[in-house]
């Protein structure tokens, strides 16, 4: 009998002895763990390297989907078409050479989806439409803009801005997916470009615009996935505005 306890007694202990170190073990894992994310590499005629971390913990299916375009030499070629004092932004395929491009869903709090990266120097943010322009028309038709508003939070594509400073307006409201971490001097170098003036024809006024006025040229954008596979993104059929008023427009 004392030996049967004996028994129990050390198989118990060595439970508890492998419980508490499978315990121990995996605390170490999960507080030492360091996730694996993509690293982007750009190249840009004439200015150097940028290299980017993208961010699929955070934004999983915007990284899918640039990492997509990236692999198909999308952004081979592209410019960046706009530059502000506190940010560069890419041109978009689908308005340069007028493709039927699909949507993918806004990322980004304002559209229900958990996303606290904040845009400060150095965020890379999917850019998106804005159709505030067209409310009122779209409310005088719809009777209503929310269908319109939730329209342009998921008209995402393929264009992405760089930031150089700060822009909380900007928190929430668009779908942030990584950061740059090498070539931040190449991207404020960029943001210092001539841009184009525009004279209007009645007035003689001149206006400064955010087209550069030599568009620094995207060479390529390659991925590192660290071994990681990613799948394809989920996509949406893109909403085209001027088809939308032309349909109702027909009606009426």
Do not use: C, H
């Amino acid at each position: 009998m004392k030996n049967k306890k004996l028994i129990l007694s050390i198989v118990f202990l060595s439970i508890v002895v492998i419980l508490t170190g499978l315990l121990i073990y995996g605390y170490v894992v999960k507080t030492t763990y360091k996730l694996k994310r993509p690293i982007a590499t750009m190249e840009i005629e004439g200015y150097g390297t940028v290299k980017m971390e993208l961010y699929p913990d955070i934004a999983p299916n915007t990284v899918e989907n640039f990492i997509k375009l990236a692999n198909e030499g999308y952004y081979n070629g592209l410019t960046f078409t706009r530059v502000e004092e506190n940010l560069i932004q890419s041109a978009s395929k689908e308005l340069v050479e007028n493709e039927t491009a699909y949507s993918i869903k806004g990322e980004f709090s304002d559209n229900e989806f958990k996303n606290n990266l904040k845009f400060e120097r150095g965020t890379i943010g999917l850019g998106r439409a804005d159709y505030s322009n067209y409310y009122y028309t779209y409310y005088y038709y719809a009777g209503d803009i929310q269908g319109l508003i939730e329209e342009e939070y998921n008209s995402g594509f393929g264009s992405f801005f760089i930031m150089t400073d700060t822009e909380e307006e900007f928190d929430g409201r668009y779908a942030a997916f990584g950061k740059v971490i090498e070539g931040m001097d190449i991207i404020d170098q960029i943001t210092q470009l001539e841009t184009e003036i525009t004279t209007d024809e009645e007035s003689g006024e001149t206006t400064e615009t955010t087209t550069p006025v030599n568009p620094p040229v995207i060479t390529n954008i390659t991925i590192d996935t660290q071994g990681v596979k990613y799948g394809e993104p989920e996509r949406q059929e893109a909403f085209d505005i001027n088809q939308w008023f032309a349909n109702i427009l027909t009606t009426y």
